[in-house]
């Protein structure tokens, strides 16, 4: 170990003070503004949830939220509530669930984002890429058309057929670009892009063919992203699925760093390459098609959220997947505020307002980084 | 335990014959540089030692098991491989690319510990990098990535190296740094080498032991001095180059081009 002198040459002395120019202070303190960024989505979720036709302070929401989940177990007698009874209503039957739902939505998608950006080695993968937009439309579509009224294990009709329509292209997708025992990514996008065509064709015609307005703008309402239908049962109903995704992603955070290199150097780091694929593949698809069948496809976040992370903040999936998935919450609540609040009582679709405020400030990021960003 | 046995090893792409029985074994410590003409089946050989293939016929051997029978963590813990030109996005930084060699020893949620840091700052001491290790891959030459490469490959903690032409696009003074570092890793740390060298004097300089593959076949194996014979060259290269023994390096040849 000590005769290692002679090759470093190039690099002897000095070194320290010029190698730590080159990593900026984002992806030197990069936990720091994790934990920055939490209590920046706590803030958030708080002011969606003051926000609204009945606006309520911030601090009668926290006053409310803390009554109920901790004072009232501990104190005899609850200190004499200053603010309408209605206040608690509003907040605990639409605002608290709204705000929660579009917190998993987004934190869904975002991270949903990463994988696929890693998994496919792609930077324009999301999470719609393999069949799960254009599946959870159809299904959601057909619903609507035949007006399904069954619910099944607390879904309604349309977010169980979008559920089910979303699996299923993703599996279809994934089965049809299997190649031998391997599916190659290549293939994989191909199929996806074609897949998703001719679903998102066939809704487009059941649309065209629909004789009710109403059911068209039923439709057109959630191809463009929803969060308007948001109660408690949905969150309990898709938090199964996002909470199991989740988990299974974080498992392999660092193997998704490792799957960034080509197959033949992940396999040679004891990666199982082809079935660690499919793992990810599925759980992701599960979380995500549960999240897209309570708010409809919302475009972009899985798209851009994941690629502002690395930007500022590097590649490391262990630190991609959960800055992501917080930077993903605080941007679907904001913008779910502003799609409820910006021309009330009309709601603006949710994927207008992630796309019309999200993609300007990422091309802004865009050309600001001088060097590669993928 | 034996690092590398060939044995009778055939293989085929799509009916055409790439490799035809051949055997060989590996041992620790020993540096084998596997040489040939382009097409030789140089680069499959390698794939097929590191199980990314899988034999037509006879059998390839790591630790006396077959690839395909280790569970791949296990594998990658006694078996490095660098692949020809292996990538590593440009955001990564140096410090980030060596950590995924400690990839099979990382547990529950692919946090590293101090004995991961330590293997990692070790590889990159050994190769030179150690005060660059928060450069970012995209800022470094073509040498230095190169041996990021090896100290990745280093922090597996390998018995048994397999690199496929760790040298290309490099220029003279970082081949012959790149190769030294790798000859001192085989003699410190008694590591197994198999590395596939396009170059015939590097191969000649650098090796212990040298495979000669023509058209799929292993037609000599052993001393660089005695594989590297005037007459085989010229049935296997053409009447183009002439070899003189080095006095500086123990009668060890050199390989020069013929004037015409």
Known sequence: ?374 | MIPLEVENLSFAYDGRAVLRGVSFQLMPGEVLGLIGPNGAGKSTLLRLAAGFLRPGAGTVRLFGRPPTEWPPRELARHVAMVPQGAYIPPTFTVWESVMLGRTPYLGFLGVPRESDREAARRALKWVGMADLSERLMGELSGGERQRVLLARALAQEPQCLLLDEPTTHLDIHHQVAVLSLIRRMAMECGIAVLVVLHDLNLAATFADRLALLVDGTLVALGDPREVLQGERLAAVYGPSVVVFPRPDNGGRPAILPRVS
Do not use: C
Not at chain 1, 216 to 235: I, N, P, Q, R, Y
């Open chain 1, 1 to 374: 170990m000590h005769s290692s002198r002679s090759h470093n040459s190039s690099s002897a002395g000095g070194g320290h003070l010029e190698g730590d120019r080159h990593l900026n202070l984002f992806r030197r303190r990069r936990w720091l503004f994790l934990a920055l960024a939490f209590g920046l989505l706590l803030g958030t979720a708080t002011l969606g949830m003051a926000w609204g036709a009945v606006s309520i302070p911030p601090r009668a929401v926290l006053q409310i939220i803390g009554q109920r989940t901790l004072l009232t177990g501990l104190l005899a007698s609850p200190p004499l509530p200053d603010w309408p009874p209605a206040w608690e209503t509003i907040l605990l039957e639409i605002r608290i669930p709204r705000v929660v739902l579009a917190g998993l939505v987004g934190i869904t998608l975002a991270v949903a984002g990463a994988v696929y950006q890693a998994l496919f080695r792609n930077p324009l993968a999301e999470p719609y890429l393999i069949g799960v937009s254009s599946g959870a439309s159809f299904g959601a579509t057909l619903a609507i058309v035949f007006i399904w009224r069954l619910g099944w294990g607390g879904w309604n009709g349309v977010s169980l057929a979008a559920f089910v329509g979303a699996l299923l292209a993703t599996a279809a997708i994934y089965s049809l670009a299997r190649v031998g025992r391997r599916t190659p990514i290549t293939t994989l996008i191909l199929a996806g892009v074609a897949v998703n065509a001719l679903l998102s064709a066939t809704t487009v015609f059941l649309m065209f063919s629909m004789q009710d307005a109403f059911r068209a703008m039923h439709v057109l309402g959630w191809l463009m992203g929803s969060l308007a239908l948001a109660d408690w049962e949905k969150v309990r109903t898709i938090l199964p699925y996002v909470l199991a995704g989740l988990a299974v992603i974080s498992w392999h955070a660092h193997t998704l760093n490792v799957l960034q290199l080509d197959e033949e150097q992940a396999q040679s780091l004891g990666v199982a390459v082809e079935r660690t694929k499919g793992v990810l593949i599925l759980a992701v698809s599960l979380a995500t098609a549960a999240a897209v069948s309570v708010s409809g496809t919302v475009g972009f976040i899985g798209l851009i959220v994941p690629h502002i992370v690395r930007l500022l903040w590097g590649p490391d999936h262990r630190f991609l997947l959960p800055m992501s998935g917080v930077v993903g919450a605080i941007s679907l609540i904001l913008a779910d505020s502003i799609a409820r609040t910006a021309f009330a009582p009309r709601e603006l679709p949710l994927g207008v307002v992630t796309a019309v405020a999200g993609a300007p400030f990422f091309l802004y990021l865009l050309r600001r980084q001088k060097r590669e960003v993928f």
